[in-house]
């Protein structure tokens, strides 16, 4: 599996995928980020995808599949970071995702789970 770090801060896990990743290593991921949740006592995970510049449609049903799994393991899932080409690239795809949550950076995101609704959209830092 490739490694991809996992820090607990303050009860929300933080996870940085720092390259893309294979299928095989999203399945894995997938598993490793339930079983930490449940572990850790997690109140929340974010999943960092800023260095990606591309997400295929497998790992996007990933994402919102691990913010199902962790949902029901009473945590709440952001994946943070998503640049806007990744973006545009998911809705010509028809990727839409329902009920997947995003915010823009990692402070954000960190907000949205301590309130514990919508999108969170800030002006410029």
């Known amino acids: 599996m490739v490694q991809v770090p996992i820090i607990n801060i303050h009860g929300v896990l933080l996870v ?11 399945s894995e991921l997938q598993q490793h ?9 997690a109140r ?3 999943i960092d995808i800023s260095v990606l ?10 994402l919102h599949d691990i913010a199902a799994t962790t949902s029901l393991l009473a945590a709440q899932t952001v994946v943070v970071g998503m640049r806007p080409a990744v973006a545009i690239t998911l809705v010509e795809l028809g990727l839409v995702l329902p009920g997947l949550r995003t915010a823009l950076s990692v402070e954000d995101g960190l ?12 002006g410029p830092r």
């Open 16 to 26: 940085t995928i720092q390259d893309e990743l294979l299928d095989d290593s999203v």
């Open 33 to 41: 980020i339930g079983e930490q949740v449940v572990e850790q006592h």
């Open 44 to 46: 929340g995970v974010l």
């Open 53 to 62: 510049d591309v997400v295929d449609s497998f790992l996007a049903r990933t």
């Open 111 to 122: 907000e949205l789970l301590g309130r514990g609704n919508g999108t969170v959209r800030t």
